[in-house]
């Protein structure tokens, strides 16, 4: 009896750490990403923005989401919000500059949507682009997931 109980307790602990620690982060290719971890989906003149993937996994369960006030000016790589999370609140920096044009308000109620669905339901903002050559400063999902692998191995 005393070695099923051994084995479940290991199976367990083995399980804890291969769900909570995953080895991969999932990468959309139609999107551009920043360096701090934010991704932005383009659509003509507008963009929607969030937290990649590999940010949420890392933070934990959000229980959070600070948002700006629709008509605020975003600078690209300036902060605009904050993700609070059960281990650690981040802040939010903005991949693109322009005015935000909408605020994600499910965000409010369930700001989990963040770590459930980072690429649809747990998008944070809509910004109206005031220069789209800033795009080009933006990595592409290739060149992000490649960054990620460096930044998780050291």
């Not at 990403?33 to 507008?46: L, Q, T």
């Not at 600078?75 to 605009?80: H, L, M, R």
């Not at 060149?143 to 990620?148: H, N, P």
Request: proline share 3%.
């Amino acid at each position: 009896m005393a070695c099923r109980q051994l084995w479940a307790s290991r199976a367990v602990s083995y399980l804890r750490i291969s769900v909570c620690h995953r080895a991969f982060s999932n990468v959309v290719r139609d999107l551009k990403y920043a360096d701090s971890h934010e991704w932005v989906k383009v659509d003509g003149n507008s963009a929607m923005v969030g937290i990649t993937d590999h940010a949420q996994d890392h933070l934990g369960d959000v229980v959070y989401v600070e948002l700006p006030e629709v008509g605020a000016t975003v600078t690209q790589g300036d902060s605009f919000g904050a993700v609070e999370s059960v281990k650690a609140t981040s802040d939010v920096n903005s991949p693109v500059s322009g005015k935000v044009i909408e605020v994600n308000q499910e965000l409010n109620s369930s700001p989990a949507l963040v770590n459930s669905s980072p690429y649809k339901d747990g998008w944070i903002i809509k910004v109206e682009l005031s220069d789209s050559g800033e795009l080009n400063n933006l990595m592409g999902s290739e060149k992000y997931s490649k960054f990620c692998e460096e930044e998780d191995s050291h």
